[in-house]
């Protein structure tokens, strides 16, 4: 990787998207762009972050996000660890607060966390002395899937102002909608919300999008589909008649798509509900799909901000 003079990232944590500025964004796009490069390489090792430790805490289940961590991590020379509630004290009725300063005190230089509640990470970067970065907090913020997305949408389209996203399903309790809610519109993209009522928040109106109900209305000549995990851990009570109603009404098949502009992006974060909200001929389709594409992208995108946020961090500790 060619040494270049690193642009000026001026946080130290990254808790979400909201209030992040355009070109704040973009230094985070454009500095991922070459560790895409550099992840496509036989030797993918840095030492950008050689003598620092990342801690993974994960109180909620993941394969994608946990994993391009500890790649991202690993790959830039730190020390990894991975801890998931089961392994922690937690489970003995040790507080979050209480954990992460046991951690804090073992001089972690990044902690990635995910945890259900909302608000969990920001608390956390309260508490401690290192990096904080928010992997999913409850229904909140999701703030490297709307990076990781943003990147993959740039490298196809070349831009994100002007374009038409979708972002369909169950906004309602998807952190990922939230976080690329705002960075969309912060970009300049137009963002159409498509779902069943029961399925928004109230405060959509607020977020500066269109509102669709019917999904080939919803579609109608966009450039990006952007699908959503119906989150039936997170429903109390019931918010779909049936799962197979749900697909008839608001998942993506063919038929669907094509009320898209002919060459629309189909995405989704993962994890994905084959025939609950899309179809697995699209899902797979390897003209239309970028679902393989946003998981390579998500490392790049780790690895941009685990070195852009670290560099706030002091070298020498003095207490
Ligand atoms: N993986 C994403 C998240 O953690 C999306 C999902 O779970 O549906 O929010």
New binding site residues.
Partial sequence: MTAVALPTYPHRHLLGIEGLKPDEITVLLDRSEAYVEQNRQIDKKQNVLRGRTLINLFFEN?T??RTSFELAGKRLGADVINMSESGTSVKKGETLIDTAMTLNAMRPDVLVIRHSASGAAELLSQKVDCSVINA?DGSHE?PT?ALLDALTIRRRRGRLAGLVVAICGDVLH???ARSNIHLLTAMGARVRLVAPPTLLPASAAEMGVEIHHDMRKGLKDVDIVMM??L?LERMQGSFVPSVREYFHFYGLDAEKLAFAKPDALVMH???MNRGVEIDTEVADDIHRSAIREQVEMGVAVRMACLELLTRHLPNIRTT
């Fill in positions: 993941s994608r996000t999913g999701h899937q998807s952190r990922v959503l995990r989150q974060p993962g994890p």
